[in-house]
């Protein structure tokens, strides 16, 4: 059993892998877009970038790993669903994020303008996030007991500043927001991509709770996650705050970040720049060393002839290049396709998570096959939740099935 030192620098290591560029920008912008509907808008967003990505720790902890997981529905479908949650949080959208966004607010406090250093800056930080991410077993020390500690404080104190500046007159609510706050929300909450990521964290996770000492990995994951989670949902609470009252010191924000920008230079017109600098700096660095871990973990397993070390220092190269295609061009890529997999991700999580999980099968089956329809369905039509009643209905059918079949050796994962 790890003691409440170890189990605290563990939950901020949870906070430091899941916090990066997205885990800063969106909440603000959803505070500040949603106005007088801001606290179910919240309430969604909360459920989904903070509820779900711990379950899926906890999920990973009972199943062993996403490909356990996912071979519930069946074993090629585990491994090119696997490999699409590891690119997506990966160099092909998550890592490059955490560059593209943490130069923004660099570049304004350099007052640097040449593409030239937004190409130097992704090389050098992704150099040294693939360097430490070479030692993923160190991440608790490294992560955990230095940088996160460091960020939080940092935030604490533009959140205490923006009282001082900030206006508590209640701002009108964006359409969206008017008329359905909490889905708009809940949406808002994939763009963190945390639930996905965190079917990828668990293994990082466990590989630093041994490395304390601690065999009994599933207990003290648990206690993390939930101890990361409430880290999340009190920054998370502090950075709406900071975007609810920004309205009298920015107008027609493109995002978040330029929110946080004006927000920082108000608080602190001497060296608000650097602050929001170093504050985006740390939040996405600690993130991308957490992302380019797990994908060179899961990759080196998936082709054995590669080490992990090459994994990583390939996607820190693709992610170096990948960046300079700036922050809104990524965010815009990314919706579609976290519409695709959030909603299966998210059916295998709760499935996972039944008592009788382990004998399920069809319920795995019919539930992700449905999640996969109709939310392509749903962005065709643009209705983001539409593959929820569907999938729930799918799911309980498997399950009576699952419930009146035979047992047999060779299903789930035994296959």
Known sequence: MLNTRDRTIMSFTVFAMFFGAGNLIFPVFLAY???TAVIPAFAGFALSSIGLPVLSLIAIGRMGSLDSLASRFHPTFSRIFSTAIYLAIGPCLAIPRTASTSYEMVKAAASLSSPAWQL?????????????????????????????????????ALFAGSFLVGSAETPPSAQQYASRPFPEGFVEGYQTMDAIAALAFGSILALNIRNLGENNTRKEGIIASIGGGILLLLIYSALAIIGYRSHAIVSAPSTGADILSAAASSVFPAGGRILIAMIFFLACFNT?????????????????????????????SVSAITANAGLEAIIRISSPVLEVLYPAAITMVILALTERSRKLRYAFILGISASLVFSVIGIITGRSNLWIIPTAAASCIGFLIDMKAKPSPKRGLEQ
């Open 288 to 316: 991308s060393v957490g992302l380019l871990s797990s994908c060179g973990e899961y990759f080196s397993h998936l082709v054995p002839r590669i080490q992990s070390k090459w994994w990583i220092m390939l996607f820190a």
């Open 120 to 156: 130097l800056y992704s090389i050098l930080f992704f150099l040294a996030a693939a360097i430490i991410a070479l030692r993923p077993e160190k991440l608790s020390s490294r992560l955990g007991r230095i940088l996160s500690p460091i960020l939080v404080l940092l935030i604490a």
């Open 33 to 35: 877009s949603s106005g």
